[in-house]
């Protein structure tokens, strides 16, 4: 029978076809003895055999898609999975009672520290995340666990009761038509990712999806806000229609390609993209971004079981900087913590993650992480213009140490005679704190991106995740715009330049008053560039 529900928008297009309902299961381990060491022996084994299968399919799949060197992680993880010292680990830990997963658990982490030690080789110490996600694999397998999200080869509708990032990230967009959550909210980052991959989502429906949903049809539509389960015939042929209408809409904005951003009265607004990994670079580029405003450089750290070696994350860099053919690249360092988490950080357990050691903060408390960082970004920049931007400052203290930071990496890479280039550096300000010393943050750096996002969080007491807290949220709010005016008039009586990177950058309502306060940059995920570029050609 059909059904209507509804939810919040995240993006605002139309989705139609097949559901498919999926339910995160996670490994539990546990440190129960067995007694049965001969069948927990078996069962390691036979966990083993299929990973390996798993990671033959894999890398023949990978080979096909993107390439050999691609396909090298999956046939390394075999290899690995094959040897004996692994095995024996395993096999040892048994014998002395151990359950078949906590066996692979333990085998799979002492054979990760044991890698990571190896200071000089950096070869080695990536072997450690290896060992960390074989073991993982197999546990899956143990337990019977699908790795990822799982999705049939036609594409469908996807839902789930709730997302976190890394999942979205994962996400195979040729095989996602939409997805709707019960959970979440329109800020958070499983939000932001879905919109810069273009995907047509809802979230906060409230509504417990039962499995006998899988493979019946549903709508998403994004312009009305509802998910619509089991059409009937003459509303499926209307969406049908509006989908044909809304493909002519985009195709006709493609004529935007190469023109100006500019108003009829002729003021002028740089419009450039967010982004979180290379391949929203090539669509921010095919969308023709003036550069990259925002560049999340926490997507490398997620979905990941280890650290991304200094080389991972240069090579990261410098094929966003190279692609985007001498456009500007603004990377924010790393930004983890709260929503975006990853075990291996061993981060502790807080009360309050968003208002705790995140971002900038974590990177301070850990100046070997972010020096790493930075040595990959100076080095990438040599191959095109590159701004470095910092999260979540709240001080001029905060600017001074990561100046000084800055100043001992490039030291480090001349003496050791690597090529490097510069990077202008920007702050963003999205605290309120930020927001009103920003005068003094001028003198620090060139130029400031406004994180509306965690500005409005943090400026209203109000979590950016919390779907409940909806009805007390004010569309532009006279405190927020305060604080965005501000931030432009100190900025710009230092000649720094103000960018805003921000969700409300996309908010069409806000786009006038943007540029009438000389704003100078506007950051959109890639799919909204060129609307937005026909919104402002259109305003007086
Ligand atoms: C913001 O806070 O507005 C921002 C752009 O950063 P993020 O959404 O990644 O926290
Ligand atoms: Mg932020």
Redesign the pocket.
Known sequence: MSKEIKGQVVSGKIALGPIHVFRKKIPVITSETSNDSKEELNTFLTARDKAIKELKILEEEANARMGEEEAMVFSVHGMLLEDLDFEDAVKECISAGHNASYAVKKAGEDLAVFFASMEDNDYMKERASDFRDIANRVICKIQDIEDGIKLPSEPVILLARDLVPSDTLGLDTNKVLAFVTTKGST?S?TA?LARSLGITALVDTGEEFGDDLTGQIGIVDGEKGIFIIDPKEDLLDEYRKRIKEIQKEEESLKSLIGEETRTKSGQTIKIYA?IGNSSDAAKALEYDAEGIG?F?SEFLFLGKNDYPSEEEQFKSYKEVITLMKGREVII?TL?IGADKQADYFGLPKEDNPAMGLRAIRLCLERPEIFKTQLRAIYRAAAFGPTGIMF?MITSIEEMEKILDLVDRVKKELKDEALDFGEAELGV?I?TPAAALISDLLADKVSFF?????????YTFAMDRQNASLEPFRVPNHPAILRLIEMTVQNAHKKNVRVGI???MGADFDLTKYFISIGVDELSVSAPKILALRKHVRELA
């Open positions: 800020n980052h932001i967010n925002l999340r924010r930004d999260p963003m999205e991106s406004i994180g509306t996002n965690d500005l409005t969080q990177c921000g969700e």
